[in-house]
């Protein structure tokens, strides 16, 4: 059994590792190309752009592995069958139940390596990327900002919190922080403006402010003016943290499972609608077992016999099976959201329709070819 192994793995993981590079040279390429019309503009030179193309290698990576896998798998198993060895080991006793198992350890160290460059090396390269993208290191968000809620409990009574940010110079380093602070009636009772403001747990510091209350309307009616005030650092306490302001004013790509998971409990605590960020947050963490339905999927091609296809005909229809994948995990949350299905189960549907239908062509296959 021990030279059955060597033999599946090291063909599988050959394949595997030459589609995967395959691909990833292909992308690499259009990126390319594609950076090569910003070059010249203001500080983005040649070497930025291919130091940007390297940089989103890894989230090409995570997101194709797993069709690399399957079209990897099925040419491994193709070949083993079109070469009748895989005949061989049917006939010396491996088993459908014994080939599962088999094909099973490399999807799962497929799955488990997809897991650590999606949640760990590519949102670091992602916000990298984005970095030389702008032409250094602090990240515009448009022309509006982006927009933060908050609602706390104060010495002064219950508040709602709207925090505007323009731009992003790193984890936790904000530039343009317009903070405005409403009552428990609506009114707007303070407004802070911070040239630059770092996150820290339990509270942001705020650099360059400029401080402006407004009195109730009982007191501004015994007289108490507007109080506008210049300082030149200030404490300002929140619950929003670090990881949490990143997520949210970053692109989805740049965020871990666990950046995911903070920020849509942050928007259920906030009452904010929730759906969108849960849907992405079940995609990101069940992703990488695709490529487990990936290796299932690709295991009935070895039960085809030579005369149903060669091995490139049936190489093809592992192209087209993971394209059809991919445009069904990218709709399945878009109908999800339509519909609103449980944030679990429009992310895991395509994993389990197509490994149904692996086991379906593989019980069919098993039993009468």
């Known amino acids: 059994m021990r030279t059955v192994r060597r033999l599946l793995y090291r063909d599988i993981g050959w394949s595997v590792v030459f589609v995967g590079l395959a691909f990833l040279s292909l992308f690499f390429f259009i990126d390319f190309v594609d950076e090569l019309e910003d070059v010249g503009r203001g500080s983005y030179t040649l070497a930025r752009a291919l130091l940007r193309t390297l940089l989103l290698v890894p989230g090409h990576f995570y997101e194709l592995f797993p069709i690399a896998v399957l079209i990897g798998t099925i040419y491994a198993m193709a070949r083993l069958a079109q070469s009748s060895e895989f005949t061989i080991l049917r006939t ?90 409403f009552d428990d009636q609506g009114r707007l009772r303070t407004r802070l403006e911070a040239t630059e403001a770092s996150v820290r747990d339990g509270h942001w510091q705020l650099r360059q402010v400029q401080r402006t209350d407004w009195p109730t309307p009982e007191a501004a009616h015994a007289g108490q003016a507007l109080r506008q005030r210049s300082l030149p650092a200030q404490d300002w306490p929140s619950s929003l943290q670090a990881t949490v ?15 995911l998971w903070r920020y849509t409990r942050h928007l259920a605590n906030q009452s904010q609608e929730v759906q969108r960020h849960e849907i992405q947050f079940w995609k990101k963490a069940l992703y990488p077992l695709a490529c487990v339905v990936m290796v299932a999927l690709a295991l009935p091609f070895a039960y085809l016999h030579a005369r149903a296809g060669g091995v490139s005909f049936k190489v093809f229809g592992g192209i087209m099976l993971g394209i059809s994948f991919v445009l069904l995990n990218n709709a399945a949350g878009h109908l999800g959201l339509l519909r609103h299905w449980e944030p679990w189960m429009a992310a895991a549907a395509p994993s389990l329709l197509y490994l149904l239908i692996s086991m379906a062509a593989f019980a069919w296959l098993v039993r009468y070819r």
């Open 92 to 181: 010396a006793g491996l088993g459908p139940g014994r080939a599962l198992r088999l094909l099973a350890v490399p999807g799962v160290l497929f799955a488990l390596l997809t897991f650590g460059v999606g949640d760990y090396l590519a949102p670091i390269t992602e916000r990298e990327a984005v970095a030389i993208k702008a032409g250094n290191r602090t990240m515009s968000l448009g022309r509006t900002g982006a927009w933060l809620k908050e609602h706390r409990d104060g010495p002064e009574g219950p508040r709602a919190v709207s925090v505007n940010v323009q731009a992003v110079a790193g984890v936790g380093e904000l530039r343009g922080v317009r903070i405005f602070e």
């Open 245 to 259: 302001v990143t997520a949210a004013l970053l692109p989805v790509q740049t965020m871990s499972t666990l950046d």
